[in-house]
């Protein structure tokens, strides 16, 4: 069974900075996706970014093109953990972020099979 614990959202004014964690355990083979998704009330969870996990290497995936040349997804692999790092925060970044796993793909909610709690982000103008 894989368990994904996400921390680090909290409330920051617009312009700010924050770092979303995600610790993951139990087996996910040798080649997997790591994403985070955010969703708002009322709306569909839509896609952030991901990162595909191999044995050695970690590959980033097209960001979504509201995050993109703000938010950085990086994995350290010692902690077993992914990492969104999120700059120049705007009031429209207001979400529950959710990190997922899964092995068929990255882009697509469907495409994940586990998931964590979520962690609330909230930009304030």
């Known amino acids: 069974q894989v368990q994904l614990v996400e921390s680090g959202g909290g409330s920051v004014q617009a312009g700010g900075s924050l770092r979303l964690s995600c610790a993951a355990s139990?087996?996910?083979?040798?080649?997997?996706?790591m994403g985070w998704f955010r969703q708002t009330p009322g709306k569909e969870r839509e896609f952030v970014a991901a990162i595909r996990r191999t044995w050695s290497v970690a590959y980033t995936q097209p960001y979504a093109d509201s995050v993109k040349g703000r938010f950085t997804i990086s994995v350290d692999n010692a902690k077993n953990t992914v990492y969104l790092q999120m700059n120049s925060l705007k009031p429209d970044d207001t979400a529950v972020y959710f990190c997922?796993?899964?092995?068929?793909?990255?882009?697509?909610?469907?495409?994940?099979?586990?998931w964590g709690q979520g962690t609330q982000v909230t930009v304030s103008s």
């Open positions: 139990g087996r996910l083979g040798n080649s997997y996706y």
């Open positions: 997922a796993a899964g092995v068929r793909g990255w882009g697509t909610v469907r495409e994940y099979d586990y």
